[in-house]
């Protein structure tokens, strides 16, 4: 990463409570071939999630720590910050002298933008103002939320508008926060009804929307140069695993998230 930034524009993609096990079965059954195509091999990569909820999964992510993989460490780091005794910061790493990832990129020229989606990203109340406050520009409509079933596609227009007005010198990093995923889902499914509400079949055709339209995303943040991308959840779910119900709780379908880091090729064609 010590190379790549400076020369990459870069995007950071959160499918914010998407379940690793999920993400693994419709990878390997051919339900989201977009997403597919891009990961290492055609799978997931393991990963504990540095938060098991939004607010604290993203200030560490955005503090430079991303899903830590499942084996034993410790495990170079693709961004972290200045720390003496760090046993994770490597010689490949990108190093900043900030207190968070954004700060340090726009040390370096970046320009960085968010593109929110869950209530923690819509800047509706002090709380929700703290995440997109990190950077230069920031973006959130209700359209965008977890109220909106076609909340992706928003976010991408929105994406494409930004790519779209910067000069060809700037470089960028774009970060979306994917709503999709989150509660309620269950409208991702034909024929369900909000009385059903969401399960975990309903979890999945939310990724299988998302898969729909990522290319564009993806084909955006390539437009002007090579693009370096990183995808992945910030925390899971429970769909009454064990007895569990949503996340902020210490269970496996939380903590274990999917993972993929690749790269980009310019003038990439959304398919």
């Given at each position: 990463m010590s190379e790549?930034?400076?020369?990459h524009d870069l995007l950071l993609v959160t499918l914010?409570?998407?379940?690793h096990d999920v993400a693994a079965e419709l990878a390997a059954a051919g339900r989201i071939p977009h997403l597919a195509r891009h990961l290492p091999g055609g799978v997931w990569e393991k990963r504990h999630a540095p938060g098991s909820f939004t607010y604290a999964s993203h200030q560490a992510i955005f503090a430079g720590f991303l899903p830590t993989p499942a084996g034993q460490g410790p495990h170079p780091r693709l961004f972290?910050?200045?720390?003496?005794?760090?046993?994770?910061?490597?010689?490949?790493?990108?190093?900043?002298?900030?207190?968070?990832?954004?700060s340090g990129l726009e040390g370096v020229g970046y320009r960085?933008?968010?593109i929110g989606g869950v209530g923690f990203f819509n800047?509706?109340?002090?709380?929700?103002s703290v995440l997109p406050g990190m950077f230069q520009e920031?973006?959130?409509?209700p359209e965008f939320g977890v109220a909106s079933p076609t909340s992706f596609e928003a976010q991408v227009a929105r994406a494409e508008q930004v790519v779209a007005t910067l000069p060809a010198e700037q470089r960028l990093f774009l970060f979306v926060n994917v709503s999709a995923l989150h509660q309620p889902n269950w409208f991702h499914t034909p024929g369900a009804t909000r009385e059903a509400g969401d399960s975990r079949a309903t979890h999945a055709a939310a990724l299988e929307y998302v898969d729909a339209h990522i290319g564009r995303l993806f084909?955006?943040?390539?437009s002007r140069r090579r693009c370096f991308a990183i995808v992945c959840s910030d925390h899971g779910t429970a769909y009454g695993d064990d007895g569990y119900t949503g996340h902020r709780l210490g269970h496996e379908s939380v903590w274990t998230v999917p993972y993929a880091h690749f790269?980009?090729?310019?003038?990439a064609t959304a398919p």
């Open positions: 790549v930034v400076g020369s914010d409570t998407l379940r972290a910050a200045r720390f003496a005794g760090s046993e994770s910061t490597a010689p490949g790493t990108f190093v900043f002298d900030t207190p968070d990832l954004l960085t933008v968010c800047k509706r109340a002090p709380l929700g920031s973006h959130w409509e084909a955006a943040a390539s790269f980009l090729e310019p003038g």
